[in-house]
């Protein structure tokens, strides 16, 4: 967005999500460790900890989640994208204090756990709240679970299962908005692209074939050339018959597909459900006239 957008109209949106986000956190007696970037580092337990952070700080990431519908409706108005949130949630041990120089310092905290919600987080898409076991454990009684999900982490041998939280009840009952099912709209005629593997900030100068042959408004479902890693994150070139390439539409991931009755691969190619994480106007209006062209 920083990319297509004017500085001072990027500089508006982040001051304006930050702050309703930062006023959602503190509400809820987080603490802000630091922006990076667009996201936001908190934690709950210090300086002072309490028998409920970890239920505070599910409560709070719902409560987040909830004030990006409103700013997504103000975004709307001003004729502006629409913004996209994941948040990530573990519970563990964390050195806290003020940490620096004596020109320089701040209150933060630093350890593992720290870098375990940082993983957590980067397997989330917009819309989601991922906690860890740990977290989950401690709030199991009051959770509103719709999904689990395995994954792997670099350096633990086994995989942990990540869990979906839709709501809380208990002191701080809230809940994330109901959300209408997506309609699964089939193209008359597969959408080609090319897609990279991502790891981290690195994109793969290796590229593999696709056909987009289904869409929703947020996700898609392809085939491709060769399997890619569940969860991971991927920048396609969509290339329509006759039209310009259009590039840098990022998605992530979400599932291998085997519908009741049907193989797993058409054509001996893997069927994927990417979730659509980041999609520029251009494409957007491109995705926009395959939906219609069917409906």
Same mark, same amino acid.
């Given at each position: 967005?920083?990319?297509?957008?004017?500085?001072?109209?990027?500089?508006?949106? #982040?001051?304006?999500?930050? =702050?309703?986000?930062?006023? @959602?956190?503190?509400?809820?007696?987080?603490?802000?460790? =630091?922006?990076?970037?667009?996201? !936001? #580092?908190?934690?709950?337990?210090?300086?002072?900890?309490?028998?409920?952070?970890?239920?505070?700080?599910?409560?709070?990431?719902?409560?987040?989640?909830?004030?990006?519908?409103?700013?997504?409706?103000?975004?709307?108005?001003?004729?502006?994208?629409?913004l996209n949130m994941g948040i990530g949630i573990n519970t563990g041990q964390a050195i806290v204090g003020n940490i620096g120089s004596e020109k320089h310092a701040k209150y933060s905290a630093v350890g593992s756990a720290i870098n375990e919600a940082f993983h957590i987080e980067s397997y989330t898409i917009g819309g989601q709240i991922l906690i860890s076991p740990s977290t989950y454990e401690g709030v199991r009684e009051l959770a509103e679970v719709q999904s689990t999900q395995e994954v792997q982490f670099k350096g633990p041998k086994h995989p942990i299962t990540l869990h979906d939280i839709a709501g809380i009840g208990g002191q701080y009952a809230i809940a994330l908005p109901i959300k209408t099912p997506e309609t699964i709209v089939p193209l008359a005629t597969p959408l080609p692209f090319q897609c990279f593997s991502i790891d981290g900030k690195t994109v793969s100068d290796r590229a593999i074939t696709g056909q987009i042959t289904h869409l929703t408004d947020?996700?898609?479902?392809?085939?491709?050339?060769?399997?890619?890693?569940?969860?991971?994150?991927?920048?396609?070139? #969509?290339?329509? @018959?006759?039209?310009? =390439?259009?590039?840098?539409?990022?998605?992530?991931? !979400?599932?291998? #597909?085997?519908?009741?009755?049907?193989?797993?691969?058409?054509?001996?190619?893997?069927?994927?459900?990417?979730?659509?994480?980041?999609?520029?106007?251009?494409?957007?209006?491109l995705l926009d006239r395959q939906r219609t062209a069917v409906s």
């Amino acid at each position: 967005m920083s990319a297509r957008l004017p500085p001072h109209g990027v500089i508006d949106i #982040l001051n304006r999500y930050l =702050e309703r986000m930062v006023d @959602t956190v503190q509400h809820y007696r987080g603490t802000i460790d =630091e922006f990076q970037g667009d996201g !936001i #580092l908190a934690f709950f337990g210090a300086p002072l900890a309490a028998e409920d952070d970890q239920q505070r700080a599910v409560a709070c990431a719902i409560a987040m989640q909830n004030a990006l519908v409103e700013i997504n409706a103000e975004q709307q108005q001003l004729g502006l994208p629409a913004l996209n949130m994941g948040i990530g949630i573990n519970t563990g041990q964390a050195i806290v204090g003020n940490i620096g120089s004596e020109k320089h310092a701040k209150y933060s905290a630093v350890g593992s756990a720290i870098n375990e919600a940082f993983h957590i987080e980067s397997y989330t898409i917009g819309g989601q709240i991922l906690i860890s076991p740990s977290t989950y454990e401690g709030v199991r009684e009051l959770a509103e679970v719709q999904s689990t999900q395995e994954v792997q982490f670099k350096g633990p041998k086994h995989p942990i299962t990540l869990h979906d939280i839709a709501g809380i009840g208990g002191q701080y009952a809230i809940a994330l908005p109901i959300k209408t099912p997506e309609t699964i709209v089939p193209l008359a005629t597969p959408l080609p692209f090319q897609c990279f593997s991502i790891d981290g900030k690195t994109v793969s100068d290796r590229a593999i074939t696709g056909q987009i042959t289904h869409l929703t408004d947020t996700s898609a479902e392809a085939v491709i050339a060769s399997p890619v890693a569940l969860h991971s994150n991927l920048m396609l070139r #969509l290339r329509p @018959t006759d039209e310009p =390439e259009i590039s840098e539409v990022y998605a992530k991931v !979400i599932s291998y #597909l085997e519908p009741p009755g049907e193989p797993v691969s058409q054509d001996g190619q893997p069927r994927i459900r990417l979730g659509l994480t980041s999609v520029p106007d251009t494409a957007q209006r491109l995705l926009d006239r395959q939906r219609t062209a069917v409906s």
